[in-house]
């Protein structure tokens, strides 16, 4: 029996949130957190068709604007074990390996033709495609590329054939597209396009490069951000000490691979063997012995009363409120100016990484959302009243789920109204006012200096 590994480290170093059910399906999902279960959700496998709620209204009223925020695909480990062979994983993109996708190949060939886009920075450099024999770290795998393939089609569906948000003259102004600089997001981020808008014109794709992982762009400086980190990262370490079977388990697979404990765990061994696991290869072995069920059983137990306590202590909460309060700023803005009848932007693609999506979801108050898997999709819907012109309202789908009513500043109205979506004002006034109010300040700038009382 093998190590399954459920939760992977973040890019931060942080232990990722559980992954909590959204929306339960009685005849599909076992009646207790099930490791296995759990970790197949976060490799999400391309298998049968998704089932996905965006894109659901009333009839009379109409899609205005679309926000996506990805996290990249399936990729290659960060970190290897020490002393054992790397899993052996091929990068190149070939139609007749599963999982394909009936567009694989001709996406690699519009891939191919992108110079004539324009890449910020760095990105121009970056290829456009996987493509070693034997993965690199952090790389994109031919399951990521096919995974966001399929969110673009899906995607394609609702929003250009249903609701024609974009028409077949679309304008590069429409599109605002961005991505941190490692190929892996880049990549996502072109898989996903290629099926929203296939054989997309090159020369109408500005691809934006963002350097934060948070994306604060300008408005990084906030030392209480940091501040709530390390105090996040110090209770985690408080926690760990005090496992004494944890520190066990350690001790025992460092043993079998040959190493001192420390060394092992410094080498994230959870983030390697989740590649083993989603791509069904075998787990290392050395002389010594194999990683087993038992050495699982007790990291994913800490896991779980790591995630317990973290919603307890709401250090992780503040420090979400803080990293995300830019991003969602300029997504509100963007929102703004589109109710007000401005026609640009009104697609956007932020490609992006798990220490992305996870303080959003938590910032917007989503406390039940499983921790993003690869390829996860956020997605914010503006739409406005047919009936009552200048009303505007947005809805908040995580992985096809809407979420919407499960935030913070929705959950109140959902219980007073009919309507399926929320004000765009409540959105407005949540992250322009409300989002300070723990702070007991009124702006994101006295927040990020007001030190806790």
């Known amino acids: 029996v093998h190590l399954i590994p459920v939760n992977p480290i973040r890019e931060d170093g942080l232990n990722p949130k559980s992954r909590k059910r959204i929306m339960p399906d009685l005849l599909t999902e076992p009646p207790a957190i099930d490791p296995v279960y759990e970790a197949h959700a976060y490799c999400n496998i391309p298998s049968i068709a998704e089932r996905s709620m965006e894109g659901n209204a009333p009839h009379y009223f109409k899609l205005v604007s679309v926000q996506v925020l990805i996290r990249h695909g399936d990729r290659y480990p960060l970190y290897a074990i020490p002393k054992t062979k790397r899993p052996d994983i091929d990068c190149m993109l070939l139609p007749s390996r599963k999982p394909s996708h009936p567009q694989l190949e001709a996406f690699v060939k519009h891939m191919s033709k992108g110079s004539a886009a324009q890449m910020d920075g760095s990105l121009s450099s970056l290829p456009r495609y996987p493509n070693h024999s034997l993965c690199e770290m952090g790389e994109l795998t031919q399951t990521g590329v096919v995974q966001h393939l399929r969110n673009g089609q899906l995607l394609r569906e609702i929003y250009i054939n249903k609701h024609k948000l974009l028409l077949s003259d679309w304008t590069a102004k429409q599109l605002y597209l961005e991505t ?56 985690q370490y408080s926690l760990r000490v005090k496992n004494n079977d944890l520190e066990k388990i350690y001790v025992d697979m460092a043993k079998i691979v040959g190493i001192p404990t420390r060394q092992l765990r410094a080498s994230n061994p959870i983030d390697s063997l989740l590649c083993y696991f989603c791509h069904n290869a075998s787990f290392p072995c050395t002389k010594t012995g194999c990683i087993g069920m038992k050495h699982f059983k007790v990291i994913k137990r800490h896991q779980l009363e790591d995630e317990r306590e973290r919603q307890e202590k709401k ?67 503006l739409w406005q009243d047919g009936k009552r012109p200048k009303e505007h309202f947005i809805r908040i789908l995580y992985n096809g789920a809407d979420v919407t009513f499960q935030t913070s500043f929705c959950k109140d109205y959902y219980k007073r109204s009919s309507k399926p979506m929320c004000p765009l004002e409540k959105f407005v006034n949540f992250v322009k006012r409300d989002m300070f109010l723990v702070f007991n300040s009124t702006s994101y700038y006295d927040a990020c200096r007001r030190r806790p009382l």
Request: net charge positive; hydrophobic share 40%; with cysteine.
């Open 180 to 235: 941190t600089g490692k190929s892996r997001t880049l990549q996502s981020a072109l898989a996903l396009l290629y099926t929203f808008l296939p054989n997309f014109d090159w020369k109408k794709i500005n691809m934006r490069h963002q350097w934060s992982t948070i994306f604060c762009s300008g408005s990084c400086d906030c030392p209480m951000r940091n501040h709530y980190l390390e105090e996040e990262q110090r209770r």
């Open 315 to 381: 250090l992780y909460f503040l420090y979400a409120l803080l990293a995300t309060h830019p991003l969602l700023n300029q997504t509100v803005n963007r929102l703004q100016r589109i109710a007000e009848g401005k026609k640009e932007e009104v697609f956007v693609l932020y490609s992006a990484h798990d220490v992305t999506l996870s303080p959003v979801l938590s910032a917007l108050g989503i406390t039940e959302a499983r921790f993003p898997r690869f390829a996860a999709r956020l997605v914010f819907e």
